[in-house]
């Protein structure tokens, strides 16, 4: 399995600033994906970080608002920029192990925007 | 698009008794995985259930796929406290792939 790390376990920041969340991963994995956990609710997914080329987002999400960045096959940057209240979520890493069928999540960051 | 869904989404029940949680999902997969989250915290990877008429048990929990009803359950047998969480199904948006689509959840309670 693979062990996840993500910075900072929580944060409380201003509206209109910026934060970026850090994913370590301990081995080298192909995808990381990055999910977003809205208060009360499911997960849906935000981006999937790609090494050497541009991250790919799904609907409703834009690079000028969440930028990524994966410099090597073990770690990744989500930055939310210029936050609002509604930015206010977990935010989690996600990577495939080994064998394609297994999906792990690191431990979250949990942001507070006020 | 693919789309999700559990019920219940809250469950509240007792010690000792036996209750299932349902996951319905529209498009076909290839498998299917259950996560369990505690209150504040990230997701545990419970089953993943690759085939149809798959079964995988883990202590009180059990996990089953029909790929042609589109369903799986997971079945709780004699809940105690500890087995209070949210639990969520999860579905590859495309057959293959690694991108998940989430149920919205099941909250479930277990009172002594």
């Known amino acids: 399995s693979a062990v996840i790390s993500q910075k900072p376990s929580r944060d409380i920041c201003q509206r209109g600033t910026s934060l970026t969340i850090q994913c370590q991963v301990d081995s080298q994995v192909t995808m990381m994906f990055w999910y977003r956990q809205q208060p009360g609710q499911s997960l849906t997914l935000i981006a999937t970080?790609?090494?050497?080329?541009?991250?790919?987002?799904e609907s409703g999400f834009v690079i000028d608002k969440f930028p990524i960045s994966r410099p090597n096959l073990t770690f990744s940057t989500l930055t939310v920029s210029n936050m609002s209240p509604e930015d206010s979520s977990i935010y989690l890493c996600s990577v495939a192990g080994t064998g394609r069928n297994e999906q792990y999540f690191g431990p979250g960051t949990r942001l507070t925007v006020t | 698009e693919l789309k999700v869904e559990q019920n219940p989404l809250f469950l509240s029940m007792q010690e000792g008794k036996n209750y299932t949680i349902y996951c319905n999902y529209s498009t076909t997969s290839d498998r299917l995985y259950w996560y369990r989250q505690d209150p504040g915290k990230s997701l545990e990877s419970l089953f993943v259930?690759?085939?149809?008429?798959a079964v995988k048990q883990e202590g009180r929990l059990m996990a089953s796929l029909d790929t042609k009803a589109r369903l799986s359950t997971l079945h709780i047998t004699a809940a105690v406290h500890d087995l209070s969480a949210t639990y969520f199904c999860?579905?590859?948006?495309?057959?293959?792939?690694?991108?998940?689509?989430f149920g919205q959840g099941t909250r479930l309670t277990i009172n002594p």
């Open positions: 970080a790609n090494q050497g080329s541009e991250a790919t987002y």
């Open positions: 999860a579905v590859p948006r495309i057959q293959g792939a690694q991108k998940l689509v």
């Open positions: 259930l690759l085939s149809n008429g």
